[in-house]
């Protein structure tokens, strides 16, 4: 994935533009000693106390939350590890969920155990004698087990300098990541956490099984079942000196990529297109879930009166649900540029360059480049990705704060403004034989009802090419073709070179005026 400097820089930038007040904190603290409490809104107001050691997160859930008064014992209640990605996790639990609510970074800093003892050793114990170095607590605590049942801990805090009479932690009521309340957050999050979700690839036991499954089958994925068929079925013939792909190549592509194309499907409905006996016959589109789709992927209904739909479309959340599409030959995966959460707001604006008949990817280049320099000049980070078939599109991450309508109309403008210097190069026209072969930059992508492929998505032409986001500067490499790697080589340059459009997964970018 990209390079984890960047991901910081980009994670002060979004909460510049969430709140005017970018801490950006979280990325200096040394990992491996790192402490965080939540202030969580759930069906009743508590803290959670959670402090990084071998590689999970040791968590109390401390109803009246911490304070820095000597004299006060808090209940602290002892719950299960969490895993680390929830330590900067602030924005929406969804209701139905478990810990359904609001949630923000309430304190942040690092902690040591007391004499150096093995927190293991010390939570076995019932007794952690710890210092917490944070922007709102400090000095030495205990957390002692207090014995009626095992979960029952309190949380006192020893007598020393940073002992404060009276301390109340309601009293200081902003999140240390975006100083934004919790009011302020349930209002505008900025992250959706789906405790369902594992974006963890199939272990490399898990692969083996896959390997040995035949006839009608189920594949063990984490905790869900697949049930697969059809395995040895050809879905893609074979290109140039490669070999011919079959179903379990998709299966396993798909599941193996999950932690590289989840972050562009999760909270998104999608739309599938599905070539259940192979890409040489014709495709379905799916806009809703496949009425055999298993309980536990998940669907949502969006009932939106103009649309005149109100179908249940798919949420796909877990390597084991991309297992179980591609097991379906679903091929092409169409994310919504919208979170089902807030589906009239899109967080990523698109340009779509469609080449046209006498468009030749040169010319593509050259629109893609003019782009980027129309976004460089705006101070818009961006990436461009190639379509894996003839085209490139640029994804621009922005805030939830846009309509589609304004979002269409500001890509729209950047693209006659690019395209005025280059007219021979673009046409305007809607009909195909109108545009001579002319290339379309295609606005009209931007609306509620429509997708576009998503980053690593296999697309339905021999060889099983894929798309695949790329960097400005590849723009200029004289080797980039817009298909030029598959489900057999993309693994291999995610690898190398990381995925240029991850950082920008969740920047919350305003669409400025155009001039
Ligand atoms: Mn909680």
């Known amino acids: 994935m990209g390079g984890t400097d960047r991901l910081a820089d980009y994670k002060a930038k979004r909460d510049f533009?969430?709140?005017?007040?970018?801490?950006?904190?979280?990325?200096?603290?040394?990992i491996g000693h790192r402490f965080v409490v939540q202030r969580h809104r759930a069906s009743h107001l508590h803290y959670d106390l959670r402090l990084e050691a071998a590689g999970v997160l040791l968590s109390w859930a401390v109803p009246k939350g911490p304070t820095l008064d000597p004299a006060v014992k808090r209940l602290a209640v002892h719950v299960e590890d969490h895993p680390l990605d929830y330590f900067d996790f602030e924005g929406i639990i969804p209701a139905g969920e478990y810990g359904g609510g609001d949630v923000i970074v309430w304190d942040w800093g690092t902690?040591?155990?007391?004499?150096?003892t093995d927190p293991a050793v010390a939570v076995e114990r019932g007794d952690l004698h710890f210092n917490l170095d944070g922007e709102k607590l400090a000095g030495r605590f205990v957390l002692v087990q207090r014995g009626r049942t095992e979960r029952d801990w309190l949380l006192i805090k020893k007598d020393d300098d940073?002992?404060?009479?009276?301390?109340?932690?309601?009293?200081?009521?902003?999140s240390v990541k975006s100083g934004r309340t919790?009011?302020?957050?349930?209002?505008?999050?900025?992250?959706?956490?789906?405790?369902?979700?594992?974006?963890?690839?199939?272990?490399?036991?898990?692969?083996?099984?896959?390997?040995?499954l035949s006839g009608r089958a189920r594949w063990q994925v984490g905790e869900h079942d697949v049930p697969l068929s059809g395995l040895d079925d050809v879905l893609f013939p074979a290109r140039g000196g490669q070999r011919p792909l079959m179903r379990r190549d998709l299966v396993r592509y798909l599941a193996t990529m999950a932690p590289a194309i989840l972050p562009y499907l999760a909270d998104r409905a999608i739309v599938l297109h599905r070539f259940p006996h192979g890409i040489d016959h014709d495709g379905i589109w799916h806009r809703s879930a496949l009425r055999n789709a298993p309980d536990w992927i998940r669907r949502w209904r969006h009932d939106d009166a103009a649309s005149g739909k109100a179908a249940g479309a798919l949420v796909v959340n877990s390597a084991a649900a991309l297992g179980w599409l591609a097991g379906q030959g679903v091929v092409?995966?169409?994310?919504?540029?919208?979170?089902?959460?807030?589906?009239?707001?899109?967080t990523w604006a698109m340009v779509d360059i469609d080449p046209g008949a006498s468009t030749t990817f040169d010319d593509v280049l050259v629109l893609a480049r003019l782009h980027r320099t129309a976004l460089d000049h705006l101070g818009l980070e961006a990436r461009p990705k190639v379509t894996g078939r003839r085209g490139i599109q640029i994804w621009i991450p922005i805030a939830r704060r846009h309509s589609f309508e304004e979002t269409r109309a500001w890509v729209e403008s950047l693209s006659r403004m690019v395209a005025s210097t280059v007219p021979d190069l673009v046409s305007w026209e809607w009909e195909v034989d109108r545009?001579?072969?002319?290339?379309?930059?295609?606005?009209?992508?931007?609306?509620i009802n429509k997708t576009l492929v998503a980053p690593f998505s296999p697309r339905p032409a021999s060889g099983a090419?894929?798309?695949?986001?790329?960097?400005?500067?590849?723009?200029?490499d004289p080797e980039v073709r817009p298909d030029w790697w598959n489900i057999d080589t993309v693994g291999a340059r995610l690898a190398e070179h990381g995925d240029s459009l991850a950082p920008l997964v969740g920047v919350a970018q305003s669409l400025p005026e155009l001039a």
Do not use: C, F, M
């Not at 940073?162 to 902003?174: R, V």
């Not at 092409?332 to 899109?346: A, F, I, K, N």
């Open 435 to 447: 545009r001579k072969g002319r290339a379309r930059l295609d606005y009209t992508q931007n609306a």
């Open 182 to 212: 919790n009011d302020e957050v349930l209002a505008a999050p900025a992250q959706t956490w789906s405790s369902s979700a594992s974006w963890a690839a199939p272990t490399a036991d898990e692969l083996v099984a896959l390997d040995d």
């Open 162 to 174: 940073a002992a404060h009479g009276g301390w109340n932690p309601e009293d200081h009521p902003q």
């Open 465 to 476: 090419p894929v798309s695949v986001p790329i960097e400005w500067d590849e723009l200029d």
């Open 111 to 116: 902690w040591e155990s007391d004499g150096d």
């Open 332 to 346: 092409e995966l169409h994310p919504w540029l919208s979170t089902v959460d807030d589906p009239q707001h899109p």
């Open 17 to 30: 533009d969430t709140t005017g007040e970018p801490s950006g904190a979280a990325s200096t603290l040394p």
